[in-house]
């Protein structure tokens, strides 16, 4: 199993941007599909941000295209998730996850094909 340990997150004003980073040790991280989904209080679990073991694939929940970028490095073990104009929409827990198996070249958003997940990192978006 990979243990991920997501940072990053804060308080940013409305239009502002910030960059999550979550780094990942245990498993070959490299071999695995990164995810980002975010929850709110009282909310259910979205789909924010995949991108396929090689960095070849990505795909992006509706509401954040063409505003959130996910990147990784798999030298350094760490996936990232650059966020910009971002409104009070947006404040949520963000949370990393890897695919079950590895050299899956699939980017899904259906939380069930993840299989490790980050605690979590809070983002507030003040208005």
């Known amino acids: 199993q990979v243990l991920l340990v997501e940072s990053g997150g804060g308080l940013v004003q409305s239009g502002g941007s910030l960059r999550l980073s979550c780094a990942a040790s245990?498993?070959?991280?490299?071999?695995?599909?990164m995810a980002w989904f975010r929850q709110a209080p009282g909310k259910e679990r979205e789909f924010v941000a995949a991108i396929s073991w090689s960095g070849g694939r990505t795909n992006y929940g509706d509401s954040v295209k063409g505003r959130f970028a996910i990147s990784r490095d798999n030298a350094k073990n760490t996936g990232y998730l650059q966020m910009n104009s971002l409104t009070p929409e947006n404040t949520s827990t963000y949370y990393c996850?890897?695919?079950?198996?590895?050299?899956?070249?699939?980017?899904?958003?259906?939380?069930?094909?993840?299989?490790?997940w980050g605690q979590g990192t809070q983002v507030t978006v003040s208005s």
């Open positions: 996850s890897t695919d079950r198996f590895p050299y899956r070249d699939v980017v899904s958003g259906d939380p069930s094909m993840y299989g490790s």
């Open positions: 245990g498993r070959i991280f490299g071999s695995y599909t």
